[in-house]
RNA sequence: GGAGAAAUGGCAGAGUGGUCGAAUGCACUGGUCUUGAAAACCAGCGAGGGUCACACCUCCGGGGGUUCGAAUCCCUCUUUCUCCGCCA
């Protein structure tokens, strides 16, 4: 959520901002917080003084009783219960305006980078980088979900059984490739600096309100109702939450840290072709990489994650490229997003794979995660993290580009850690 | 799941109805001393709101209550610890 002080200061800015990602109506609803705020103050200005009179009153009292005063405090007494009812009011009314003011700043997305290109949807997404050949596969090549069957390496079927579609089981060769590339990315993250840490799969409301997945995206979890917890949709959730409400010093950047975690997301709406086979799971695998910087270097820190990310793909050698994400694409609590895709050559279509983004301060305002500055106040930090990477789609990606009609074959890369160089 | 104890500033830890936003120690910041550092000494040092700046207000796990007045008393929730039970 945007700060009050930086809304009050950068009001055009704010809705030059808003303007980019097409949000409707943005100079009204500005204008409702401003005003909204201005009553608040002027509210809070008039309880605050009622409640000093009335501590004035209290301390008064207090020293007639010590004086035997006894007649004096009475009447004291009866002037404190005419401020206290009158409090009262006015604290009423002011929580009215501050939950007022809260549900309309959560309904404000981040502003956009200056880097953002205007758009509405996806086909304005600036491709910024390609590489990567595209291979030329053999007569009969198929999509993922065929080589999965044939293969006997992914069972969609058995998943249904178990659970439901989006489930999928992964066994022998395809559970440990699986795993491969899980060890593989964490080791890169590790390698780069990035401390490995395991969170817990399940989150209270307070982390969903932290990192921005509640109050309005909640549909997008699932909810363990019975103890009012949530199934993580990634461990930028739990992870970024470690900071929540902590006070951190200059010295503590850069804050790099990676997890693996399963993913789960109810993709409520999500059908059709684009979603077969690994393309779209309530259940996947995903490695993080989540940090929290000094807001004068968390650009530097984006191109530090984007060019981490790059060179794992330049070593799986596939065919990628990288979007910046255009305003009408950019997710609600994104400053700047670069999104990473590899060509599936069987699908004739790009994969998203990779997200990388900075928050800036919109998720550290919610969370309260600052740092003392060098004036000794305190400063929102900012949060960043990337997706290093989503494993079914770079698995779906690399099981049609490596396809060969001998069976497929596995990056040089992964083999120490597959063991085996071919699934046949 | 049962029984008990506890939750205070970045951390540790006093404070059990009135000048307590809170002793003390550590950490931190500045200074003296030193070639430099350490040690020692001196000073400063919680957060949020508000103001041009003061004033002022709020906050001692969360919520509610008693009282003129609550960190302190009562209720409730949450969390932690100890013991018992169960168990990977």
Same mark, same amino acid.
């Given at each position: 959520?945007?700060?009050?002080?930086?809304?009050?200061?950068?009001?055009?800015?704010?809705?030059?901002?808003? +303007?980019?990602?097409?949000?409707?109506?943005?100079?009204?609803?500005?204008?409702?917080?401003?005003?909204?705020?201005?009553?608040?103050?002027?509210?809070?200005?008039?309880?605050?003084?009622? $409640?000093?009179?009335?501590?004035?009153?209290?301390?008064?009292?207090?020293?007639?009783?010590?004086?035997?005063?006894?007649?004096? =405090?009475?009447? =004291?007494?009866?002037?404190?219960?005419?401020?206290?009812?009158?409090?009262?009011?006015?604290?009423?009314?002011?929580?009215?305006?501050? /939950?007022?003011?809260?549900?309309?700043?959560?309904?404000?997305?981040?502003?956009?980078?200056?880097?953002?290109?205007?758009?509405?949807?996806?086909?304005?997404?600036?491709?910024?980088?390609?590489?990567?050949?595209?291979?030329?596969?053999?007569?009969?090549?198929?999509?993922?979900?065929?080589?999965?069957?044939?293969?006997?390496?992914?069972?969609?079927?058995?998943?249904?059984?178990?659970?439901?579609?989006?489930?999928?089981?992964?066994?022998?060769?395809? +559970?440990?490739?699986?795993?491969?590339?899980?060890?593989?990315?964490?080791?890169?993250?590790?390698? =780069?600096?990035?401390?490995?840490?395991?969170?817990?799969?399940?989150? /209270?409301?307070?982390?969903?309100?932290?990192?921005?997945?509640?109050?309005?995206?909640?549909?997008?979890?699932?909810?363990?109702?019975?103890?009012?917890?949530?199934?993580?949709?990634? +461990?930028?959730?739990?992870?970024?939450?470690?900071?929540?409400?902590?006070?951190?010093?200059?010295?503590?950047?850069?804050?790099?840290?990676?997890?693996?975690?399963?993913?789960?997301?109810?993709?409520?709406?999500?059908?059709?072709?684009?979603?077969?086979? $690994?393309?779209?799971?309530?259940?996947?695998?995903?490695?993080?990489?989540?940090?929290?910087?000094?807001?004068?270097?968390?650009?530097?820190?984006?191109?530090?994650?984007?060019?981490?990310?790059?060179?794992?793909?330049?070593?799986?050698?596939?065919?990628?490229?990288?979007?910046?994400?255009?305003?009408?694409?950019?997710?609600?609590?994104?400053?700047?997003?670069?999104?990473?895709?590899?060509?599936?050559?069987?699908?004739?279509?790009? $994969?998203?794979?990779?997200?990388?983004?900075?928050?800036?301060?919109?998720? +550290?305002?919610?969370?309260?995660?600052?740092?003392?500055?060098?004036?000794?106040?305190?400063?929102? =930090?900012?949060?960043?993290?990337?997706?290093?990477?989503?494993?079914?789609?770079?698995?779906?990606?690399?099981?049609? /580009?490596?396809?060969?009609?001998?069976?497929?074959?596995?990056?040089?890369?992964?083999?120490?850690?597959?063991?085996?160089?071919?699934?046949?």
């Amino acid at each position: 959520m945007l700060s009050l002080p930086y809304i009050r200061e950068n009001k055009d800015l704010v809705i030059k901002g808003l +303007a980019i990602r097409n949000f409707p109506n943005a100079e009204k609803l500005i204008g409702e917080v401003l005003d909204t705020d201005i009553k608040r103050r002027a509210l809070q200005a008039e309880l605050d003084n009622t $409640l000093a009179e009335s501590n004035k009153l209290s301390k008064e009292i207090g020293n007639f009783f010590k004086a035997g005063e006894v007649q004096k =405090a009475a009447i =004291a007494k009866e002037k404190t219960g005419k401020l206290k009812e009158r409090s009262k009011t006015l604290n009423e009314e002011l929580n009215g305006f501050e /939950n007022e003011l809260t549900e309309l700043l959560y309904q404000i997305p981040n502003i956009p980078n200056t880097l953002v290109p205007p758009g509405n949807s996806e086909e304005d997404n600036e491709v910024v980088f390609q590489d990567g050949e595209v291979p030329k596969l053999h007569q009969g090549a198929v999509p993922h979900w065929e080589l999965a069957k044939k293969y006997d390496i992914i069972d969609f079927e058995l998943g249904n059984k178990i659970t439901g579609a989006g489930f999928p089981v992964y066994k022998g060769k395809g +559970a440990k490739l699986q795993r491969a590339l899980i060890a593989y990315f964490l080791d890169r993250n590790t390698e =780069a600096g990035y401390t490995e840490v395991q969170p817990p799969l399940m989150i /209270n409301e307070a982390s969903g309100l932290g990192t921005g997945q509640l109050p309005d995206k909640e549909g997008q979890m699932y909810h363990v109702g019975i103890d009012n917890l949530y199934l993580i949709p990634t +461990a930028e959730v739990p992870v970024t939450n470690f900071y929540r409400d902590v006070l951190l010093k200059e010295s503590d950047f850069p804050i790099c840290n990676t997890a693996y975690t399963p993913c789960f997301r109810r993709e409520a709406g999500s059908y059709g072709a684009h979603v077969r086979g $690994l393309n779209r799971l309530h259940q996947f695998d995903k490695v993080e990489i989540v940090r929290i910087e000094h807001p004068d270097q968390s650009y530097q820190a984006l191109d530090g994650m984007v060019a981490h990310v790059k060179s794992i793909l330049q070593e799986l050698k596939m065919p990628y490229r990288i979007l910046r994400l255009c305003g009408g694409d950019l997710g609600f609590t994104s400053a700047l997003t670069y999104d990473f895709e590899v060509f599936s050559t069987a699908q004739n279509r790009w $994969l998203e794979i990779s997200s990388v983004s900075n928050f800036e301060t919109f998720q +550290a305002n919610r969370l309260k995660l600052r740092f003392k500055n060098k004036d000794g106040k305190s400063q929102l =930090a900012h949060t960043l993290n990337g997706s290093s990477l989503a494993l079914p789609r770079v698995l779906a990606g690399l099981l049609e /580009n490596y396809q060969t009609e001998n069976g497929i074959k596995i990056p040089e890369v992964l083999q120490k850690y597959t063991g085996f160089d071919l699934i046949s």
